[in-house]
C-alpha cells in the first residue's frame, strides 16, 4: 500500500509539470526610469522586463529574439536565469557566455531549455550575461511558485504585484560607462536607485514613486530582488516589521526585522502585515555604492516606493522621508581586491600610490576637487561636519585586514565577528578588521583634515591598501598655518641625492 501510495504521488508531480512557453524579444528601446530619457537594452521593450513566472518542476521554454539594432550599444545578447539549477547534462543552456556557450548575434533566436530541478521554488531573476549588459536595461523577475509552499500559512497574498526589484541605474550607456572605468579605474557611480522600475536622482523631474497596494487585514509576501550592478540596498517600511521567511530560493525560519540589507545579488522574501491605520507609508529603499560625491545626481533618500492601503489619498506619505536610525550623510563603499600572485592590493579598484606632495600641502594651494588628485592616490573629498559610513563588503581572501583612521576614532557599526547591525551604542575604536563578513563603520567629519584611512598590516599598505578621507577642505585652509620648520622639510628632501632620500 505503502509504495502503491508514493507511486501514484509522483506520477502525480509528473503529470502536474507543465512546459512554460516564453517568448522574450530583446530589444532597444527608449526609456527614463528616473525621469532621464536614454535608450535601453530591454526585455520586451519594459526595464525591468516582463516577470516570469513557474511552479516547482515545471520546464521554462524560453525563446529570445534577438532585435538589437543599436550601433551604440553591444549587439549581441545571452540570458541567464539567476540562481536557477541546471543539471550538468543541460548546462550548455545556462547562459553564461565563453562559459557555458556562445552570445546570441543580432537577428538570431536562440531557446533556452530550462527543466526545474531539485524541487527547486522561490524567487529569482533573469539578466544579461553579456558582459556588463544587464546594466542597460535587461533584468527581470522569475519567480518559481511552490503550489504546497510550506510556508504558506504566514502570508495571504503572494501574486505578481508583490514582488520588488531594487536596481542601480546609470544615465550613460554601459559602453562609454566602461571606457571611462578603464580609464580611471573608478566604478562608475550610479544616478539613481529605481524601485520596480522608477526612480529620481537629485535635481530631476518629480517621477511619480511606484505604489504598492495593500488592504488592512492582510498579510503579504513580498519578494525583493536586488537587480543591481553595483549597489547595496537597505529596505525598511515605516511602522511595520519585515518577516524574513526566504533567501535566494531558500526557506528560513521566520525572523523579523525592522529593515534588512540585500547583498551581492541576494533575494528575499518577507511578509509584511497590513496591520497599521490606513494611510501612506513610506517603502524605503536606500543604497550605497561607491563615493556619491562622484556623482552629484546620486541622493539615495529618493529611492524609495508607497505602501498605500485601501481607502488612502493617492497622495505621498505625510511622514519625512526618513534615513533610517542614526543617518549617516555620505556612505562610502570601499572594496578590497588582491591582484593574483602580486604584492598588489586595490581599495576600489584603485592601488595608493603616495602622492609626491602631501596631500596637506596640494590642499593648502588650492586642491579642492577630486580631480586635483591622481586617482592613483584614492583620495575621498568629503565636507566638514558630517557622519561619513563606510561600508566594506566582504572580502575575498582569508585574512583580517586591520584598518586604521588617523586622527580620529570611529563608531563600529557592524565588525567582521559579528552579523549584528548596531547603530544604537556601538564602541568607539580606531582599528577595525575587515574579512569575510563584511564591516561597517562610521566617523565624523567635525575634525576636518587629509585623514589616511589604511590597513595597518604594513606589507599591504605597501602595496595599496591605503585611501585618505579629506574632509572639510576649505576649513584646512582657513585652520592649518604651518611653521616654517615645516615649509623646509620639502625643499630639503628634494634636494637629496635619492640614496638619502
Ligand atoms: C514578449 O513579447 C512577445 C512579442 O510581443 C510576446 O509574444 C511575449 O509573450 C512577451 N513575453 C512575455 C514574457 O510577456
Ligand atoms: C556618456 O559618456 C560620454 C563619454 O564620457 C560623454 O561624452 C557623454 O556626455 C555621457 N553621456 C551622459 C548622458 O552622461
Ligand atoms: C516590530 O517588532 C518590534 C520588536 O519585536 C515590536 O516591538 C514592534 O511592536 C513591532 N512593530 C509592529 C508594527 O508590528
Ligand atoms: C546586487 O546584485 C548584483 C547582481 O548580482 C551584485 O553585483 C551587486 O553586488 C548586488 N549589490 C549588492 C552588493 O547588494
Ligand atoms: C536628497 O533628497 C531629499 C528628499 O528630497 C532631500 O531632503 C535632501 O536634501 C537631498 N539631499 C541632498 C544632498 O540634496
Ligand atoms: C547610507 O546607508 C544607509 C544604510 O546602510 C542608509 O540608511 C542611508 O540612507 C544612507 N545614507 C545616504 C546619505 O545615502
Ligand atoms: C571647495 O569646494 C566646495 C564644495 O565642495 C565649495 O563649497 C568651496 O567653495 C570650494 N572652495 C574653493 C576655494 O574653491
Ligand atoms: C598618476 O598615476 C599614474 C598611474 O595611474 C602615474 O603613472 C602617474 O605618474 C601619476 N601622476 C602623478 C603626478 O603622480
Ligand atoms: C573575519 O574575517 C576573517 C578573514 O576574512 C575570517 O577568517 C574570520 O573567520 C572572520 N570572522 C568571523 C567571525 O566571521
Ligand atoms: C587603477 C587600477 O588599479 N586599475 C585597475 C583596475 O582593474 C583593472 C582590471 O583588473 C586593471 O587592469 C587596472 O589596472
Redesign the pocket.
Known sequence: MKLLASTILAALSIASARIVPITLDIVNAPGAPDGFARTLVTANGTYPGPTLTANKGDTLVVTVHNKLNDPDFRQSTSVNFDGIFFSTANSFNEGSVFVTTYPIGPGETYTYNVPLINEQTGTFWYHSQLDVQYVDGLRGALIVYDPEDPLAHLYDVDNENTIWQVGDWWHNSTLPLLAGYEATGIVPVSDSGTFNGVGRFQGGPEVPFHVVNVVAGKRYRFRIINTSARNVF?MSVDSHNLTIIETDGSATSPMTVNQL?LLAGQRHSVVLAANQPVANYWINA?F?GGD?TRNLNQN??LSRAILRYAGAPAADPTAPMS??PA?????ITLNLVVTAGKAQWNVNNVSFLAPDVPTLMKILDGANSSADFNVTENTFILPANKIV?V?FPPSIDDEEHPFHLHGNDFWLIKSNSSEEINTANPIKRDVAGVGSTGTIVRFSTANPGPWFFHCHIFWHFHAGLATIMASGLDNIRKEVHPTPAWEKLGPAYEALPPSEQ
Open positions: 537597505t540589507d536606500p550605497v556619491p539615495a533618500t534615513l533610517g543617518a549617516a550623510d555620505i556612505n559610513q561600508i
